[in-house]
Nanobody, 120 residues
Framework: QVQLMESGGGLVQPGGSLRVSCAAS????????MGWYRQVPGKEREMVAR???????NYADSVKGRFTISGDNAKNTVHLQMNSLAPEDTAVYYC??????????????WGQGTQVTVSS
């Protein structure tokens, strides 16, 4: 079992910044990739940003230049720095860890979600 703990969501005004973090613990041998997704009611969950163990990043077009994903492999933690936030960024943000467990099985684990609301 892999446990994920998210933190850092909240309410921010348009144009503001927010940082969300996610820490993984449990049955982890190594991390393959980490990512952030978001979902609004009535829509599918969409990828926001991903980072591989090698440091390669990938962003949704809607957040390029505004959001930055970073990972701390030693601490099994991933962060998402969100700048120039807009109302359309309002969503529940979920972290995703893809890891090899101690039996060398590749597993995906989702965080519980953290609400980010951009509003004046």
């Amino acid at each position: 079992q892999v446990q994920l703990m998210e933190s850092g969501g909240g309410l921010v005004q348009p144009g503001g910044s927010l940082r969300v973090s996610c820490a993984a613990s449990g049955n982890i041998f190594s991390i393959n990739a980490m990512g952030w997704y978001r979902q609004v009611p009535g829509k599918e969950r969409e990828m926001v940003a991903r980072i591989t163990i090698g440091g390669t990043t990938n962003y949704a077009d809607s957040v390029k230049g505004r959001f930055t994903i970073s990972g701390d492999n030693a601490k099994n933690t991933v962060h998402l720095q969100m700048n120039s936030l807009a109302p359309e960024d309002t969503a529940v943000y979920y972290c995703l860890f893809i890891v090899y467990d101690n039996n060398q099985v590749l597993r995906s684990s989702w965080g519980q979600g953290t609400q980010v609301t951009v509003s004046s």
